[in-house]
């Protein structure tokens, strides 16, 4: 699986950012998706995840109520829609791959990045204030 995320870029704090994250290579609704971002000098953060299907989905308690994970299996995409954005969410946005598509307890597992066995390239979001 080939992971390609894309949409980063700069907005001001209170704007809106929608990522995508395309994937080519094997069946996209086998896999669980997630995407993590990490900002200069700081460990990589979890942010949220979606399931195969896209019925369940999970989020970072500080990005919750902003942040919205979609997919659209026919398009083999995922989508983190982040609205009000802060100066504190500029980071690189990965998005990753895993292959607990079915499972849907996903508090349980999808916030730890060793979970994922793909890995997008990253793309910049920045937020000033």
């Known amino acids: 699986v080939q992971l390609q995320a894309s949409g980063g870029g700069s907005v001001q704090a209170g704007g809106s950012l929608r990522l995508s994250c395309a994937a080519s290579?094997?069946?996209?609704?086998?896999?669980?998706m997630g995407w993590f971002r990490q900002a200069p000098g700081k460990e990589r953060e979890f942010v949220a995840s979606?399931?195969?299907?896209?019925?369940?989905?999970y989020y970072a308690r500080s990005m919750k109520g902003r942040f919205t994970i979609s997919r659209d299996n026919p398009k083999n995409t995922v989508y983190l829609q982040m609205n009000s954005l802060k100066p504190e969410d500029t980071a690189v946005y990965y998005c990753?791959?895993?292959?607990?598509?079915?499972?849907?307890?996903?508090?349980?597992?999808?916030?730890?990045?060793?979970?994922?066995?793909?890995w997008g390239q990253g793309t910049q979001v920045t937020v000033s204030s």
């Open positions: 290579g094997r069946t996209f609704q086998d896999y669980a």
């Open positions: 990753a791959a895993s292959i607990r598509g079915l499972a849907t307890i996903l508090s349980v597992w999808s916030h730890q990045g060793s979970e994922y066995d793909y």
């Open positions: 979606i399931s195969g299907t896209g019925r369940n989905s």
